[in-house]
Every structure is written in C-alpha cells, then in structure tokens.
C-alpha cells in the first residue's frame, strides 16, 4: 500500500524554482559497469548518424566526451580503433544521399486502362 502522506506534487522541470545550488549543467562520472558493452553502444549510435571509425576516434579523443575518453584512456588508440572498426563491420554506417530532382512537368497525362 502507497503512504500518500509522504506524497511530494509532481512538477515541471520547465516550471520548477531554480535554487542557487542547482547549477543545471549536465556532467559526466565513471560508473563501474561493463565496458565493451558501453563501447558498443556508443559506436552503433554514433554509426546510425553516419559516422565512420575516424570520427568516433575523433570524439573519444576529446575529454569533454567523458564516457568516450574514460574508453580511450582504458584501452589506448590502437585497441579502441580496433574493437570500433570490429563493431562498425557488423553493424555498418547509415549513410544518406539527398538530392534534388526537376521538378515535374505542370501537364498530367491521363492514362485509361481498358475495364
């Protein structure tokens, strides 16, 4: 059974009190957990937009990435190409060619087909 009495009403983000010891950035913590996992995970994302094993490398270089760095450090440049390249050869990149055609003549043609 449910004590309503310790109820707290719900609230909007958008509409909550902002307190001077609520600074609303977002930041990264290592978490124990399964890294191969986590990498996985992060490489198939990342290859669902379009990128290949040089951009993943990219971000895992940067430190403001924290989940992707804390992986670099982990396992060095050369073990961390080698397991996004292995990830990326079975899950593939979504890539996506837009382009524009003419557009189509203003006079339709009506087509019958006999009954």
Not at 2 to 12: G, S, Y
Not at 33 to 56: F, H, K, T
Not at 98 to 110: N, W
Request: one cysteine or more; hydrophobic letters at 40%; charged letters at 30%.
């Amino acid at each position: 059974m449910i004590d309503d009495t310790k109820a707290v009403p719900k609230t909007h983000p958008a509409s909550r009190e902002i307190l001077p010891d609520d600074p609303l950035e977002m930041f990264g913590v290592q978490l124990p957990g399964d890294s191969l996992l986590m990498l996985r995970l992060l490489v198939e994302e990342y290859a669902r937009i379009g990128w290949g094993v040089d951009d993943i490398l990219r971000l895992a270089r940067d430190p403001n990435y924290v989940a992707f760095y804390g992986l670099w450090q982990r396992y060095g440049e050369r073990e961390l190409r080698r397991r996004v390249a292995e990830i990326i050869s079975r899950c593939g990149v979504i890539r996506v060619d837009v382009r524009e055609t003419r557009p189509l003549s203003d006079r339709l043609v009506q087509i019958d087909l006999p009954a």
